[in-house]
Each structure stands twice: as C-alpha cells, then as structure tokens.
C-alpha cells in the first residue's frame, strides 16, 4: 500500500463518491413514473447523453484490461486496438443513419418490439432474451472485475469477505437507480465519465513527470519504446493484431453491443428527437476516439514505468494499472484510481440493470411507459430486484471460473450471445421475405453453437485461420442464412416500411 494510501482513506472517499450518486439520484427520481423510468420522459439533453455514454461505453474492462494489454503481447498489443475503435466510428455511422431512424420512427420503448412487428411475437421474445442474456454476462463480468480490486486493495483489509464485498457492490448500484431508472443514469453517467478520465488523465501526467518526459514528448517516447505501432497489415490473416480483422470486428462489435442494445439505445431514445439523438452519437463517436488514445497511452506509459523502477509485470496484465497506482506512484494517483474504477465500472453497470429490468417488463410482462398504476410499479420493483440477484450469482459463478483477461471473456462471450441478434435485425433491414416466427427460436439457438464448434476447429477446417472477434460476423451470417430457409416472399407484416 502506496504511503499515506491507507484503507480507511479510500473507504471514505468512496463512500463520498456514492453520497453524491445517492444525491443526484433523489433530484431525478423524486418525481419518477414509469415513463420516467424507461424513457426519461423523452426529454434528455443530448449533449449530457452524450458525455454520459462515455463512460458507459468504456467501462471497468476498458479502465484496466486495455492500457494492460498494450505491453502484453497477442491480441490488441501496442496500439492495435485503435483498429477497432477505428472500426467503432464506422459503426455509430451504421447506427445513426439506420437504426435510430427506426427505432424513432416506431416510438420503441424496447428497440426489440422492432422484431415483433417485422416478424412475429417468438421472434420479438427470442431478440429480448438474448439481450437479457448477453447484457446480464456482460455487466457481471464489469462489476466482477470492480468487485476483485476493490475486495484485493481495500475491503480485504477490513475482514470483509469476497461475497460481502460483491453484495455490497450490487446494492450501492441499486439503491441509486431503483426509482429514477433511466434518467437518472443518464446524470449519473455524466458524472462517472469524468472521474474516469480525470484519473486516467492524472495518473498519465504523474508518470510523465516522475519519469521526466514532457507532455509534449510522451509521443515520441512511446514509438522509441516499440510500444506506439497502431497499424498491423503485414502480418496478414493469420495475425489476431491484423487491420481488416480489428476494423470490421470494430465495427460488428459496435453495431450489436450498442445499436442492437437495448442498454446503450436505452439511453438514445431518451433524446428529444431524432435530431438530437443523431448529434449526440456523432459527438459521443468523435470524443471515443481521443478518450481511447488516452487509455492507450496510459497503458504504454504503466510498462515503460514499471521497467523503470525495474518491477516485473504481474502474470495477469489487467492487474498492472491497479498495482502501481496503489504500491508505487503517489497517493493521489492511487485514490483516483480507485474512485475511477469504480466510475467506470458502474457508469455501464447501472445502466445495464436499469435496461435489463426495462426489457423484461416491456417484452415479457407487457408494461407500457404510461401506464403508472401502483401494480405495476410493484412489479417493476420486484423485476429490479430479481436482476440485481442475477448478477451477484453471475459475478460469483466468475470469480470461481475465470482464467482469461476479462476483456477477451466479455468480448468472446458478446460473439456467441449478439450473434444472433445480429442476424435477426439485419435479415429484417435488408430483405422484404417473411419468416415462419415458431421456428426463429430454434434458429437462433443453433447458430451460436455452430459457431463455437467453426470457432474451436477453425485451425484446422481452415488452415490456421483464426476468427477473433470475427466469430460475431459468422454467427450473425449463419442465423441469417438460417431465417432464410424458414423464409418465403410473401408479403411481410403489414404495418412495417423499412
């Protein structure tokens, strides 16, 4: 523990942190409904929702596992990842001139019910499931992650226990967003994404000056530690690193987890119009792209320190950051460390819960926005409070199973569950067939095993090739090629214009 780093210290500062969460959670929940709940009322700023899904964006896996990869060999070495987010803008392109019209134009509460009137009510129930599913995953594995550094470097020493420490974890997220929902995540998330890259930004400074390398310099610096190499072209199909695999994988990855995801389209649908919805996903796209440089920056800068000091790298590079801001580098950097990862984790995590409990009382239970009755509150608050039970247990089930970096699990993971949402929307967008809706299920299901089975042998069925992140394009491709043997060319559903 860094000098003057005590426990306590942290301890407080995070339950400061929370205090003003609880706070801006009472001003935009003190008059909640369930339209406030869901949608915010459709009154959101679209600058703040933009600023705001930053954070949500990035999340705990990004604040740790990224800058612990840039030194670490294999897969999103250097700064190949800014591949993908390359990729990613081509995405919020994708999504804000087509699905965002859409999902306006239809007035969605769920992007999902776009399924129900395209297709069918098991194809609707069968898109929002695997959201459920894929969402549920992905937000358990941010707040594993939070969970683990909080527990190693703080709670540990107050003889509290893993599981307290994740039940402690799931309730502070609760508390604050049980009543405003939606909007008040919206503010919340504006307030996570700056202490995030407040930390991120403090701590690149402090290595630089300890380091002695001026800001102006630290460019310079990385490319002389071999550490700056952003293109990998020559190394070809065969290199997980490759330009074409991390850009089309940056863009499929971006068009499900964000356009096909009720969690982060939760937070668009908010805005007051298309229009603003629009502007705040090209702002939010252009101030991604700087906010990757920063973490990736941070990252070559945590290597090129930890050899100065001549500390050797931990097995698991995600616990690199975590080590030196808590055991080497001063305390300030260490509390805001702290306080960031927390930031981030819980700037996606919160939202998830609210968008999990969202897609289950709209898709499953039939909840419409204005209907404000105290049952169905009632129930709504039960929802909540199931879901919060499905992460702790999910979290739990991790911390006994889990052997590879968080960021590849929750990535490779998101290829099998999205997949088929994939399929689904753009068999919708881009033919006019309809489907037989009782076999979609079924469809939808055997894709992603296929896919595991083509990802598992893929060395040997196809020469040493290997899918990374692509494994998402072929899931989607093959729930596609599957609706089209369940399709005919009779008209669709009448009601729908694409």
Known sequence: MGEGLQPGLILGLIGAYFLMLLIVSWFTGRKSDNATFFLANRNS????????????????????????????????????????????????????????????????????????????????????????????????????????????????????NFFTTVVMTILLIWVYTFRGGIKTIVYTDTLQTFCMLAAVGFTVYTISSEMEIGLGSIRSQI?????????????????????????????????????????????????????????????????????????????????????????????????????????????????????????????????????????????????KAEDNSPAIKRKRFMVHIFFSLVLLSLILLFHSLNNDAVINGLFIAAGYTYGPLLGLFAFGLFTKRAVRDRWVIWICLASPVLSYVLNRFSDLLFFGFQFGFLILAVNGMLTFLGLWTISSSNKMKEGFGN
Not at 62 to 89: C, D, E, K, R, W
Not at 112 to 120: D, K
Not at 128 to 145: C, K, M, T
Not at 287 to 305: E, P
């Open 45 to 160: 700023p679209w600058f703040v929702v933009a600023f705001g899904m930053i954070g949500a964006s990035l999340s705990g896996v990004t604040f740790i596992s990224i800058p612990g990869v840039v030194g670490g060999g294999g897969l999103n070495q250097a700064f190949s990842y800014m591949q993908i987010v390359f990729g990613y803008i081509l995405g919020y392109v994708v999504i804000a001139q087509i699905l965002l019209p859409l999902y306006y134009r239809m007035r969605l509460t769920t992007i999902y019910g776009y399924l129900q009137q395209r297709f069918g009510p098991v194809s609707y129930k069968t898109g929002s499931a695997y959201f459920l599913l894929s969402r549920s995953i992905g937000s358990a594995f941010r707040l594993f992650l939070v969970a683990i550094v909080l527990h190693q470097f703080v709670l540990i020493h107050f003889g509290i």
């Open 223 to 367: 490319v002389d530690s071999g550490f700056g190499q952003v293109f990998f072209i020559e190394g070809g199909w065969a290199d997980p690193n490759n330009f074409f695999k991390q850009f089309l994988s940056g863009a499929l990855i971006t068009i499900v987890m964000t356009g096909l995801d009720q969690d982060m389209m939760q937070k668009n649908l908010t805005c007051r119009s298309l229009g603003d919805a629009k502007k705040n996903m090209y702002t939010f796209s252009f101030i991604l792209i700087f906010a990757n440089v920063l973490f990736l920056t941070l990252g070559a800068l945590l290597f090129m320190y930890a050899a100065h000091l001549g500390v050797s790298i931990p097995e698991r590079t995600d616990e690199l950051y975590p080590m030196l801001a808590i055991e080497y580098l001063p305390p300030a950097v260490g509390i805001l460390f702290v306080i960031g990862l927390i930031a981030a984790a819980y700037s996606s995590a919160d939202s998830g819960l609210t968008a999990l409990t969202t897609a289950f009382c709209v898709d499953f239970l039939g909840f």
